[in-house]
């Protein structure tokens, strides 16, 4: 992957493998064959989830701009460390994107779909259902409805399974959205295609 967006795009490509366990030492390389793969480890209970929503906040407070690297670390959030109880910070998390004026929609939208999906991986099924009731006012939250996408516009459902993609399996992506594990799979076939042009 890294040789071919590498070659296609004409950058440097650095794989970053993000840790939410208390590595010490993490992998850093692996050679298979003739091939080393390197990568640059980021250990996440490094990070302090409670410090995180307290500057979010502070920033919202005073009226100060977002900055992108603010959206993706709270995206991070179930992954840091800290005393903040996991649904908690979910729900802070959906509070602050639902108050982000300085965010434009459709990097909120982003935004609150890796946190859902990062909820799921960690939140018990009840706290789920619970999760519903929380982001019910979002964006997100309006076409979620018992653990599927409302039924509704073609498009819609079409669209988050394309933000879906990559980061649930296809199958679970297919039962969240209402669409056919075929409709799922042809859209990553199209992905992976236009990542390869």
Do not use: W
Request: with cysteine; aromatic share 6%; proline share 2%.
């Amino acid at each position: 992957y890294e040789a071919l967006a590498s070659n296609q795009h004409k950058v440097s490509v650095t794989t970053y493998v993000l840790y939410s366990g208390r590595i010490k030492e993490p992998m850093t390389q692996f050679t298979e064959g003739v091939n080393t793969f390197r990568i640059v480890p980021i250990i996440m209970q490094g990070y302090s989830a409670d410090y995180l929503m307290a500057e979010l906040k502070r920033k919202q407070e005073c009226g100060e701009r977002f900055a992108r690297e603010d959206m993706v670390l709270l995206t991070l959030c179930l992954l840091m460390g800290g005393e903040m109880p996991l649904m908690d910070r979910v729900r802070e998390a959906y509070r602050i994107t639902k108050e982000a004026v300085s965010v434009n929609q459709e990097e909120l939208d982003k935004v609150e779909t890796v946190l859902y999906v990062m909820a799921d991986k960690f939140l018990e099924s009840a706290e789920m259902d619970e999760l519903t009731e929380v982001i019910g006012m979002t964006r997100l939250g309006q076409k979620l409805v018992n653990g599927g996408i409302e039924q509704g516009k073609e498009e819609e459902r079409l669209d988050i399974a394309r933000k879906l993609i990559g980061l649930l399996d296809e199958k679970v992506i297919a039962q969240r959205t209402g669409l056919p594990l075929e409709t799922v799979m042809k859209l990553k076939e199209k992905q992976v295609s236009a990542s390869a042009l």
